[in-house]
């Protein structure tokens, strides 16, 4: 199955504004989406919000069976949340994690994850492990089956990191975890959405993700699959009469799916918006999304070997739709704000995302360029001529 650039582009308003090169950053939404989130707006203007949802309970209902599909769970599997951050935590903080437990994790874990990994540290006494990486930069499997003991409670990965092209085995990674029955926490929150993901294939137990990056969604709305064994294993952080209804002066009873990370109060249009965006790649397929993202990507990397003082810095033995590197004279952010003024989207990534790998590489802030599926060479072609242009 090929793309259909024309209709592809013709469904997204923003390609004639803007070159936007940033999936990895917050995409740009097709029409189908922008019309979701605003429909559902707009009815809850004329309506009312609490009448606008229960008007709309079997679509809304729906966007759950559509997130399920699109990572091969069952709709009782997911929660939808803000973020992929609190998609993430949702699950961490409820793992009854103890003092002396370890924490298995890859160079390329997000700041986020790491953070809480070290709150933990500080508040259960946990112990965090860094799995090191092999030749390719990918998370080392051999290493990882090494360093498991009796005490190791949670294997954590970061599949794509927000700092570059490398893809960490995630299912090799699956398959050491069902063997040795660690619980098995997946970041694919730069996955989701450029490639297809299959939560069986994979074998994470919990897998987090965002909307607004290469899904396409709107901003501010994410989502947590747990798998339905761990689910009524699994007592929230936090919780509200919503995910555990009070069903007794003296009692409250958690949902038995996914939602018991939920609350009561959500937003319904970007839930809209999420819908629609997971329809819309389903329909024109992940396989098809990935293939044209990622020859995009190596193309930008090709480009790139020919700009005098450039340096790709992607790790792995195949890489992604995310593509970083350095130029001689350019300093990244000053760069990125140059380039915005001329309507190109690129980014820039800082050290702090991703400090373990920052550091273990020295690596300075560095750019990044993240094609989708909608872009084209020309884009590409135009804004590295413009980047070579700000020497
Ligand atoms: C690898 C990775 N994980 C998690 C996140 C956090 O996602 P969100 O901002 O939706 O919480 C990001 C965001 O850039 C990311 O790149």
């Known amino acids: 199955m090929t793309i ?9 308003p923003g390609i004639a504004d803007t070159t936007h090169l940033l999936a990895s950053g917050s995409a ?5 989406v922008i019309d979701a989130v605003v429909a559902h707006t707009r009815l809850e203007g004329q309506i009312g919000g609490y009448e606008a949802q229960a008007s709309k309970t079997k679509e809304l209902d729906a966007v759950y069976d559509s997130v399920a599909r699109l990572i091969n769970a069952s709709a009782h599997e997911i929660a939808l949340l803000e973020n992929a951050t609190v998609a993430w935590c949702h699950a961490f903080y409820a793992l009854p994690l103890k003092a002396g437990d370890r924490i298995l994790t890859c160079e390329a874990e997000y700041a986020a994850n790491y953070v809480a990994f070290l ?3 500080k508040r259960d006494g946990i112990v965090i492990d860094i799995v090191p990486s092999n030749a390719h930069g990918e998370l080392d499997l051999d290493a ?11 294997i954590a990965i970061t599949w794509i990191p927000t700092n570059g092209g490398l893809v960490n085995p995630a299912a090799g990674i699956g398959k050491i975890a069902a063997k040795y029955r660690i619980p098995y926490l997946l970041d694919a929150c730069q996955a989701v959405g450029q490639m297809p993901v299959d939560v069986e294939e994979i ?10 990056k290469f899904l396409r969604g709107p901003r501010g709305i994410g989502f947590l699959y747990v798998r339905d064994a761990w689910l009524e294993m699994l007592e929230p952080a936090m919780i509200d009469h919503f995910g555990a209804p009070w069903i007794a002066k003296d ?4 949902r038995p799916d996914a939602r018991r990370f939920e609350t009561w109060e959500n937003s319904y249009a970007l839930r809209a918006g999420l819908g629609a965006a997971v329809d819309y790649a389903m329909e024109i397929g992940m396989a098809p999304i990935q293939k044209r993202a990622w020859e995009l990507a190596s193309h930008t990397r090709r480009l790139l070997n020919d700009v005098d003082g450039a340096d790709v810095k992607d790790l792995g033995s195949e ?9 001689d004279g350019l300093d990244p952010q000053e760069s990125v704000a140059a380039l915005r003024k001329k309507s190109i989207a690129i980014g820039a990534s800082r050290p ?17 360029i993240a094609p989708h599926y909608y872009n084209t060479e020309d884009e590409l072609e135009r804004c590295i001529a413009a980047l070579q242009a700000l020497r």
Request: glycine fraction near 2%; proline fraction near 3%; charged fraction near 25%.
């Open 319 to 327: 890489q992604c739709a995310i593509v970083s590197f350095t130029v």
């Open 144 to 154: 990882l089956v090494n360093m498991i003991d009796d005490r190791v409670a949670l």
């Open 4 to 12: 259909d650039l024309d209709r592809i582009r013709a469904d997204t």
């Open 119 to 121: 709150q933990r540290q």
């Open 352 to 368: 702090s995302s991703t400090r373990l790998d920052s550091e273990a590489r020295d690596l300075p802030t560095v750019f990044r």
């Open 203 to 212: 074998g994470c137990d919990f897998l987090s993700a965002t909307g607004r």
């Open 28 to 32: 740009l939404m097709p029409s189908c």
């Open 251 to 254: 009692r409250y009873a958690l």
